[in-house]
Nanobody, 126 residues
Framework: QVQLVESGGGLVQAGGSLRLSCAAS????????MGWFRQAPGKEREFVAA????????YYTDSVKDRFTISRDNAKNTVYLQINSLKPEDTAVYYC???????????????????WGQGTQVTVSS
């Protein structure tokens, strides 16, 4: 039911920063947890970060902790991923996703997300 469009990716040097945005259309955006995933060439889709429906709680995979920040603005139907200190291993297509069901928790499995954007490419050169 939620439609998502990512933006903000690009080509940057290691150590640089990007802010990804995910614009959502849906009647009850503020009722759903949101997540960011990434997929590098030849690799499986990987969980990156998620945020609960109110924005008060977040969860990150260990490889991005202290460098990535997920946030949301429910009034604008938008979720963000601030990426600092980029590393070449961060290179991937980044996808945002909305939880399959409304609720206050923070899912991390792709199976628990029902709406996906088309992705935005992040490329980090060394």
């Amino acid at each position: 039911q939620v439609q998502l469009v990512e933006s903000g990716g690009g080509l940057v040097q290691a150590g640089g920063s990007l802010r990804l945005s995910c614009a959502a259309s849906g009647r009850t955006f503020g009722s759903y947890a949101m997540g960011w995933f990434r997929q590098a060439p030849g690799k499986e889709r990987e969980f990156v970060a998620a945020i609960n429906r109110s924005g008060g709680s977040t969860y990150y995979t260990d490889s991005v902790k202290d460098r990535f920040t997920i946030s949301r603005d429910n009034a604008k139907n938008t979720v963000y991923l601030q990426i600092n200190s980029l590393k070449p291993e961060d290179t991937a297509v980044y996808y945002c996703a909305a939880a399959r069901t409304p609720g206050a928790g923070i899912p991390t499995s792709p199976r628990n997300f029902g709406s996906w954007g088309q992705g935005t490419q992040v490329t980090v050169s060394s």
